[in-house]
Nanobody
């Protein structure tokens, strides 16, 4: 079994920064992709950023230049540095991990609220 434990969410003012972390533990095996998704109330879950084992990164257009995803393969941890946060970034952020054989795991989610 694999567990994904997220941390780093919270309340921040517009223009502020937060750093999310997601640590994978258990029968991890070989990881293909790790990433972050978010879901705002009444909205569908959307991809925010992903990073492959080879370091290829993909971002949601609206966060490009503001968010940076990074990955520590030795610690099986993925990070999301979020700068210049906007109220529209408010959502529950979920960590996702895909193993090379296709099994997918999700974290429990961490709330990010951007408000003055």
């Amino acid at each position: 079994q694999v567990q994904l434990v997220e941390s780093g969410g919270g309340l921040v003012q517009p223009g502020g920064s937060l750093r999310l972390s997601c640590a994978a533990s258990g029968n991890i095996g070989s990881i293909l992709v790790m990433g972050w998704y978010r879901q705002a109330p009444g909205e569908q879950r959307e991809l925010v950023a992903t990073v492959t084992s080879g370091g290829w990164r993909n971002y949601l257009d609206s966060v490009k230049g503001r968010f940076t995803i990074s990955r520590d393969n030795a610690k099986n941890t993925v990070y999301l540095q979020m700068n210049s946060l906007k109220p529209e970034d408010t959502a529950v952020y979920y960590c996702k991990m895909v193993q090379t054989w296709g099994t997918t795991y999700w974290g429990q989610g961490t709330q990010v609220t951007v408000s003055s």
